[in-house]
């Protein structure tokens, strides 16, 4: 699939991504020639991908977190990334459409892949979130967000409970889209300071 030995980007890979993200022909090379130098074998593995990811948070424990993001963006589940994973996941979480982000969201919460979300699913991705946080930071949380469980009660109930008290992808979407604080909750985002 694509030319990972080689120094340039296979046309079907590189149309594919100019198709589905918002990333130039130019841009995607750049990225092509920066992942072949990290990685020259053409894939990361998950480990690899969690020492990247944990150097965005030097002060946390990213490990966990980190090992679910690489579960949501390793779509063929052949436990690496390769350099389409790699781009398609970079695109939906920085430059994608808020749909787009919140189908990445729920694949992220949707542990077990079975196309829904448990409160047990959503207590673990709270408690990996609960972990980028500093302990700084930690006393500053709201009383209804001091605690990882706590943090996912409060999110859990933004949802429409369908069938056996889970929750469907459109069901994340609408009750993420239709509340602020459940997109925040969905990720790690610093409360500002007041004043």
């Given amino acids: 699939m694509g030319n990972s030995k080689s ?5 079907e890979i590189l149309e594919d991504l100019k198709l589905n993200t918002k990333f130039s022909e130019t841009e995607i090379v750049q ?3 920066n992942f072949q130098r990290q990685c020259p074998s053409g894939r990361i593995s998950k480990e690899e991908f969690q020492t990247i990811y944990s150097k965005f948070f030097p002060d946390s424990d990213a490990n966990t977190y980190a090992q679910h993001v690489f579960r949501s963006f390793d779509t063929n589940d052949d436990g690496t990334l390769d350099f389409k994973e790699y781009i398609i996941a970079l695109h939906m979480t920085s430059t994608g459409k808020t749909t787009r982000k919140l189908e990445w969201a729920f694949s992220l919460f949707d542990v077990d892949k079975n196309g829904y979300i448990t409160k047990s699913e959503v207590k ?4 990996a979130i609960f972990k980028l946080i500093p302990k700084e930071d930690l006393a500053d949380l709201p009383e209804d967000e001091s605690t990882a469980e706590k943090r996912a009660d409060k999110l859990w109930n933004f949802f429409e409970k369908g069938e056996n008290d889970r929750v469907a992808e459109g069901e994340f979407i609408q009750g993420v889209l239709d509340n602020d604080e459940a997109l925040r909750l969905i990720q790690y985002q610093p409360l500002k300071k007041q004043g």
């Fill in 124 to 127: 673990e991705i709270c408690t």
């Fill in 7 to 11: 120094g340039a980007v296979s046309k």
């Fill in 31 to 33: 990225w092509y020639g």
